[in-house]
């Protein structure tokens, strides 16, 4: 029976994502938005379970990498944070869980899964690895582009005068270039699909709100 679950566990994990964004969508949709931002902590750490149980980050150099991205994330958006550098002026929210020194312990998780996820999505062509770092890059601060509008409204994180200023995407791009070139310099395969999905739903749900 175990076996038989394991055989299945990566189109299980990538229904359940489905199936909580979805979920948080509609529930939204109906009113329902406090009670379902207030659960992103859960939301994104389901993601990060379930990452870890497909991947799963239990190789050396995939720890190192986990750990760099983790902790490199966390540095970055403490210095903007505490001193506005990098990223511009801004805070964050009640929505993003428990925080050390004003930055949430999920960003930095939030960090290594989108650097790992978009690595993989771009394992799908044949390019060269330049290019799928340029790329992986790009899909980073896409991503971000479009949780920027939804941020303040689900108390996510609050720039000042509301607006993402463009240093922001440069050092998203920047940050993001240098993780991508670092988990390409030590080979790192992921699972596709589910890194697809997984960026996929997330995507698909900030791009609803934007539009």
Not at 3 to 31: D, E, Y
Not at 144 to 169: C, I, K, R, V
Request: proline fraction near 3%; glycine fraction near 8%; charged fraction near 10%.
């Amino acid at each position: 029976m175990l076996n038989h679950i394991l055989k299945f566990k990566v189109p299980i994990a990538i229904a359940t994502v489905w199936l909580f964004h979805i979920s948080a969508l509609v529930g939204i949709q109906l009113g329902h938005m406090d009670w379902f931002i207030e659960k992103t902590p859960l939301n994104l750490g389901l993601c990060l379970l379930l990452f870890l149980l497909v991947y799963p980050i239990n190789q050396r150099n995939q720890i190192i990498a986990f750990s760099i991205f983790f902790i490199g994330g966390m540095f970055a958006e403490w210095l903007g944070v505490t001193y506005s550098l990098l990223f511009g002026t801004y805070s964050y929210g009640n929505n993003f869980g428990f925080k050390i020194d004003g930055v949430p312990l999920l960003i930095g998780c939030y960090w290594a899964l989108l650097t790992f996820a978009t690595a993989s999505i771009l394992d799908y062509t044949k390019l060269n690895v330049g290019i799928k770092v340029f790329l992986g890059a790009l899909l980073m601060v896409l991503i971000d582009f479009f949780m920027e509008h939804s941020a303040p409204t689900f108390d996510f994180w609050t720039f000042e005068g509301n607006l993402a200023p463009l240093q922001n995407y440069i050092s998203w791009f920047i940050i993001a270039l240098l993780f991508q070139g670092i988990l390409r310099s030590l080979k790192i395969k992921g699972n596709q699909p589910f890194s697809l999905h997984v960026y996929l739903a997330q995507l698909f749900f900030f791009m609803f709100f934007y539009f």
